[in-house]
């Protein structure tokens, strides 16, 4: 009798089975079936996600594999290296299961999800770009006329803003993503890409400038991660920072849920406390999006009153692009 010598079964195919008969299984299910240590074991994952095989959901310390469930996306090789490069800058997308992309990987997901063709969307896109950034000059889009055609009495000296929140038919940009998951999705990678995005920006328009001081406005709805004071931590670049108390009220009521504009001045004049007592010549005021701008001017207006400035420059991370509509997201 002879002995018959079973070839061994590769770790990737054992793995492979395992998820098709249980479903999800977390890392450490699966270091006791394999037998193998864990730093092995995400080898060995880490492979079969870059090969569509497998896909990872959660996040720490609750994360569980599968068998990968995500289409495979129309090919990519026919698009251009400079169009990889332009879309690695500015094209992100998280989809509603909050997976995130970044670049060719993250149109490429958008446009399987429209049912629309790659190439022929990559160009559009780029056209809808431009059509936007003719309103940006040097990185900044001025929001001052569009305040003035809103309030009859604009306290702000200059108003601007790093981008806009959405463009038509592709949706958020890049850094409103960025603001959107930072601010009500309370994550902190988000904050930090958002951080990391704005902060030579902020600096750039500093050095710019003779500000003297810099004032940030306070957040109006309590969270575990209040993102303006992060951004005040990270990018006050040693400026004196302005005082500014958000006033508690019995009832907190949110800018973003009111739609009336005096609704929204009247909640800003109320809630919005400037108890400086130190003057300045030019303030740098940083709010994370412009809505209506009315707490900004509003802010700006009891500065001026107070004497605390003789200039004031607004700036938002994002704004709106039609007039001063209400962005009810953030």
Not at 257 to 282: G, H, W
């Amino acid at each position: 009798m002879y002995n018959t010598i079973m070839p061994k079964t590769d770790t990737k195919d054992r793995i492979i089975r395992y998820l098709n008969e249980h479903g999800e299984t977390t890392p450490h299910e699966l270091v006791g079936f394999l037998e193998i240590s864990s730093q092995a074991l995400f080898r060995h994952l880490k492979t079969l996600i870059q090969n569509n095989s497998i896909e990872k959901i959660g996040a720490p310390p609750k994360v569980y594999y599968r068998i990968c469930t995500k289409k495979l996306y129309e090919s990519t090789d026919n698009i251009s290296n400079d169009d990889q490069l332009f879309l690695d800058q500015h094209f992100f997308f998280v989809s509603p299961i909050g997976d995130s992309y970044h670049g060719i990987k993250a149109l490429s997901v958008w446009c399987e999800r429209q049912g629309l063709p790659l190439e022929k969307t990559l160009e559009e896109y780029k056209k809808t770009l431009a059509k936007y950034n003719q309103y940006k000059s040097d990185g900044l889009i001025n929001g001052l006329d569009k305040l003035k055609s809103t309030f009859d009495t604009v306290f702000l000296d200059a108003l601007f803003y790093f981008d806009f929140y959405a463009i038509e038919r592709f949706g958020k940009t890049k850094l409103g993503y960025f603001l959107l998951y930072s601010k009500q999705g309370q994550s902190l990678s988000f904050v930090k890409k958002l951080i990391q995005e704005i902060k030579p920006n902020i600096q750039n328009i500093i050095n710019n400038n003779n500000f003297d001081a810099i004032a940030f406005v306070p957040p109006t709805v309590k969270r575990d991660i209040q993102i303006m004071k992060l951004i005040e931590q990270e990018c006050s670049f040693d400026l004196r920072i302005v005082k500014i108390e958000k006033i508690k009220t019995p009832i907190i009521v949110p800018q973003k849920t009111l739609s009336k504009l005096n609704d929204r001045v009247q909640n800003a004049r109320n809630t919005m406390l400037v108890t400086e007592k130190k003057s300045f010549d030019r303030i740098l005021l940083i709010d994370d999006a412009v809505g209506s701008g009315s707490t900004l001017n509003e802010i700006a207006k009891q500065i001026k009153e107070k004497g605390i400035a003789n200039h004031i420059t607004g700036l938002a991370l994002t704004g709106s692009f039609k007039g001063f509509e209400i962005l009810n997201e953030v």
